[in-house]
């Protein structure tokens, strides 16, 4: 996904700044002071960088940054769709801040946080500044660079060194604990056998209620049925079943007459199939119930027991249940914990499976290494460093870590018959450079990040290595996006596209400006870095053999 535009708003001396950027190799001159860096610092900002006030243009109230990034990579989209941002084309980025350095960001229009946004930036934008030697003294940084250069993910690693060190966490805590866990499970297990001996049910609290509350009105229940029955068959033809017999035979003779009589009789012979049923019922009731004095008194001790219990462990009966499960649950865990054997053993299977997957990765870093070594030794040569060598070494790490059992560290030996001795022991300001750009080249072919961007990092060379750096990120643009801030006429003829920052001063303000420069304008820009302000016949006709010698390559 390469930068398509990016605008700027009141941002440092900038009013308004809209520019469309092209695939290839981009360069951006102009003299020093001019402000050829601004563009670097948007981005940067765009990216997750922290800003405050200073940036605002002097008289504005905010500046207001903005980038489009075209073509979605399948890692971009991802990305966007697990940190639930819409995946739309293009990708949009969006920061503001004001004159109080609060600032606020959008991807694709929905708000981000700077965390996210600098995230997301590792997948668009490589940059690359003129202390990116500075990284070489870092070990991680440098690890990381022959990780990339192998194509080895330290990923699964590092969730193999986490796991192992959960495992080892879990039994040193159970170690140091035996005593209390022991406790604890001695506890757990009295109170597990005292409720047990309840062993209360689920919803079986209401269930006893309502059978308690039948057995205690036995005898006023089987009262009622026996009235209700009596009621419904009252010897001497006074029951509700004689007189709905009676009210039907009242009835039938005269339906052939009187329509409504049919529907009444109807009515009156459901009636009666329904209390007939129900005096059967009641029949059985009264067969089947009586009170019974032994099954009261001992759902009266189960109720008494029960509520003893809530009332000890202050929970409500109908609890009881679910808090005897929860014991239960607890002490199984107390007794995993307690099981130093099995937490031994597993705290052995996850070292032995990191320990494993660690000698692997060390293993593609050794293949790795002078292959990465070579390849950086080469690119020296055509950086005007003659007959030096780097040199990649992976020795044992002095502590191990979600990175390994290595250590990795750049050699470099300046001149020819030198032993190789750490980086930022031997090599000058301006060697630092170049061997930095040497690896940000060798490297960046590999990566996946769509656009690259060099901020002066040709600072201390000129010459042939000045046109070897040109040539270099020249190649670098037909296969990904490159952006380099230069002061270099060899570097900057190179560029497939030519933006010159020029800034412009008056009695009220001071403002910048980039505008693409092709043509005529390109070879006097060509021709001022070569000789001047005022270019002569001469640094013009150097120019443009410059620019058409860049053309043929």
């Given at each position: 996904m390469a930068l398509a535009r990016i605008s700027l708003r009141d941002f440092v001396i900038v009013p308004a700044l809209d520019l469309e950027v092209r695939g290839g190799f981009t360069v951006l001159t102009g003299e020093t002071g001019a402000g050829k860096s601004i563009l670097i610092d948007a981005l940067q900002l765009l990216l997750g960088a922290r800003a405050d006030g200073d940036v605002i243009r002097e008289g504005a109230g905010r500046a207001d940054l903005s980038a489009e990034f075209d073509a979605p990579t399948d890692a971009l989209r991802a990305w966007l769709d697990e940190a639930g941002f819409p995946p739309e084309e293009p990708l949009l980025l969006r920061r503001t801040i004001d004159a109080q350095g609060r600032s606020r960001a959008w991807i694709n229009g929905v708000a981000a946080t700077a965390t996210q946004m600098r995230a997301l930036g590792e997948l668009l934008v490589d940059i690359h500044g003129q202390h990116a030697w500075q990284s070489l003294t870092r070990p991680a940084a440098v690890r990381g660079l022959l990780d990339a250069?192998?194509?080895?993910?330290?990923?699964?690693?590092?969730?193999?060194?986490?796991?192992?060190?959960?495992?080892?966490?879990?039994?040193?805590?159970?170690?140091?604990?035996?005593?209390?866990?022991?406790?604890?499970?001695?506890?757990?297990?009295?109170?597990?056998?005292?409720?047990?001996?309840?062993?209360?049910?689920?919803?079986?609290?209401?269930?006893?209620?309502?059978?308690?509350?039948?057995?205690?009105?036995?005898?006023?229940?089987?009262?009622?049925?026996?009235?209700?029955?009596?009621?419904?068959?009252?010897?001497?033809?006074?029951?509700?079943?004689?007189?709905?017999?009676?009210?039907?035979?009242?009835?039938?003779?005269?339906?052939?007459?009187?329509?409504?009589?049919?529907?009444?009789?109807?009515?009156?012979?459901?009636?009666?199939?329904?209390?007939?049923?129900?005096?059967?019922?009641?029949?059985?009731?009264?067969?089947?119930?009586?009170?019974?004095?032994?099954?009261?008194?001992?759902?009266?001790?189960?109720?008494?027991?029960?509520?003893?219990?809530?009332?000890?462990?202050?929970?409500?009966?109908?609890?009881?249940?679910?808090?005897?499960?929860?014991?239960?649950?607890?002490?199984?865990?107390?007794?995993?914990a307690a099981d130093l054997a099995a937490l031994e053993a597993a705290e052995r299977t996850h070292h032995a499976a990191w320990d494993k997957a660690a000698r692997a990765l060390s293993r593609e870093r050794a293949r790795a290494a002078p292959r990465l070594a070579q390849a950086i030794t080469q690119a020296m040569q055509g950086l005007g460093m003659h007959g030096g060598r780097f040199a990649v070494e992976v020795s044992p790490a002095p502590e191990p870590g979600a990175h390994g059992i290595d250590q990795v560290a750049f050699l470099v030996a300046s001149h020819p018959g030198m032993t190789p001795r750490p980086v930022a022991k031997v090599a000058s300001g301006g060697e630092l450079s170049r061997i930095a750009l040497a690896i940000a080249v060798t490297t960046s072919r590999l990566g996946e990040v769509p656009t690259l961007i060099f901020d002066e990092v040709d600072a201390g060379i000129g010459g042939a290595v000045a046109e070897t750096v040109g040539r270099l990120m020249r190649l670098l643009g037909r296969d990904r996006q490159v952006l380099a801030v230069t002061h270099l006429p060899q570097v900057a003829a190179c560029g497939d596209q030519h933006w010159v920052v020029a800034k412009h001063s008056t009695r009220e303000a001071t403002r910048s400006t980039v505008a693409p420069v092709d043509g005529p304008g390109r070879v006097r820009e060509i021709a001022r870095m070569l000789g001047g302000e005022q270019p002569s016949p001469t640094t013009l006709a150097h120019a443009g053999e410059m620019l058409g010698a860049a053309v043929r390559d």
């Open positions: 250069y192998a194509g080895a993910s330290t990923q699964p690693l590092a969730a193999l060194w986490q796991a192992w060190r959960d495992a080892r966490q879990a039994l040193q805590q159970a170690r140091a604990a035996q005593d209390t866990l022991q406790q604890e499970r001695e506890r757990l297990q009295w109170q597990i056998a005292e409720v047990d001996k309840l062993a209360p049910r689920e919803d079986e609290w209401d269930e006893l209620n309502a059978r308690h509350a039948r057995l205690s009105s036995a005898e006023a229940l089987l009262a009622g049925a026996q009235a209700a029955l009596h009621a419904l068959q009252q010897e001497d033809a006074g029951g509700a079943l004689h007189a709905l017999a009676r009210a039907q035979q009242a009835l039938q003779p005269h339906a052939g007459v009187e329509p409504q009589f049919e529907a009444f009789g109807a009515t009156l012979a459901s009636c009666l199939v329904e209390a007939e049923d129900v005096a059967r019922s009641l029949h059985g009731y009264l067969r089947h119930a009586e009170p019974d004095p032994e099954q009261l008194r001992q759902l009266d001790a189960r109720l008494s027991l029960w509520l003893q219990l809530a009332r000890r462990y202050h929970r409500p009966p109908e609890e009881l249940p679910a808090l005897l499960a929860q014991w239960k649950t607890s002490l199984h865990a107390l007794d995993t």
